[in-house]
């Protein structure tokens, strides 16, 4: 059977452009399989749009050690105050885990948190397998990474783009 369109709202921040580079990969990858996607950088986005949608993906990059994004930053208390309820979201965020291996991908545990806490439904956790750090804060309690994480540091673009489509493939199906 021919799969159902579904209409995703994609949220990102970033500063060097490699979370950019990466939403609109994403965005491009899920129109070519007939899905609707409507991409916002957070820069210029009330953080309540994101409940406009049921199907979301956010893509965070960690900065410093350990710290959300400038954008996500400013506008984190009221991300916190949202309420999830009924909405299932994917996260994503670029990282080093050779540069910063004790907080690699620390942003999307951050993101990760309140959304679950707010009643929402977190669907695309990753094996840490792949991936060789030390510590984070997007590790849930059985050890999985609570989003995907992409490593423009150390990974070409093409390793990078690989992994998208995996996880694209694998969480298209658990969105509404």
């Not at 105050?81 to 004790?102: H, M, S, W």
Request: negative net charge.
């Amino acid at each position: 059977g021919k799969k159902l369109m579904k209409k995703i709202g994609i949220f990102w921040g970033s500063s060097t452009d490699n979370t950019t580079t990466a939403a609109l990969f994403m965005k491009e990858y899920l129109e070519m399989n007939d899905h609707v996607v409507e991409a916002h950088n957070i820069e210029e986005t009330d953080p309540e749009k994101i409940l406009e949608y049921d199907n979301i993906i956010i893509g965070c990059p960690t900065w410093h050690i350990g710290e959300l994004q400038e954008d996500w930053d400013s506008v984190f208390g009221d991300y916190e105050g949202l309420d999830f309820n009924g909405k299932t979201a994917a996260f994503f965020g670029c990282g080093d885990q050779v540069g910063y291996p004790a907080n690699f991908l620390d942003a999307i545990g951050m993101l990760a948190e309140p959304f679950t806490k707010n009643g929402g439904s977190l669907i695309g956790k990753c094996s840490r397998d792949p991936y060789n750090f030390t510590g984070s804060r997007a590790l849930d309690s059985d050890d999985k990474l609570m989003g995907l994480g992409l490593d423009y540091d150390n990974d070409d673009e093409e390793t990078c783009e690989d992994m998208m489509i995996m996880w694209l493939e694998d969480i298209i199906d658990d969105f509404k």
